[in-house]
């Protein structure tokens, strides 16, 4: 059983910066890859970024060049940091987390969720 914890959501003015924190917890497993996700009301579950492996990272369009993943292995950790935040950024953030390898999933596993809402 792995654990998926968000934090660092909140209320941000336009233009503003937030970074969104995920920690995994429990044992005997590997996180291959994880990634972002976000749902605004009205909205189906898009995916914001992800990150696999250490090094390869994809992004949605409305969102590149503003926000970055990244991951802290030694704490079982990894980010979002979201910059020239924007109104339309307003959802509900989850964090994703895949164990395993590339060639074999062994879990799929989502964070509860944190509010993100841009507003003047």
């Known amino acids: 059983q792995v654990q998926l914890v968000e934090s660092g959501g909140g209320l941000v003015q336009p233009g503003g910066a937030l970074r969104l924190s995920c920690v995994a917890s429990?044992?005997?497993?590997?996180?291959?890859?994880m990634g972002w996700y976000r749902q605004a009301p009205g909205k189906q579950r898009e995916l914001v970024a992800r990150i696999i492996g250490s090094s390869t990272t994809n992004y949605a369009d409305s969102i590149k060049g503003r926000f970055t993943i990244s991951r802290d292995n030694a704490e079982n950790t990894f980010y979002l940091q979201m910059n020239s935040l924007k109104p339309e950024d307003t959802a509900v953030y989850y964090c994703?987390?895949?164990?395993?390898?590339?060639?074999?999933?062994?879990?799929?596993?989502w964070g509860q969720g944190t509010q993100v809402t841009v507003s003047s």
């Open positions: 994703n987390a895949a164990t395993g390898t590339v060639v074999r999933t062994t879990g799929i596993y």
């Open positions: 429990g044992s005997g497993f590997s996180i291959y890859a």
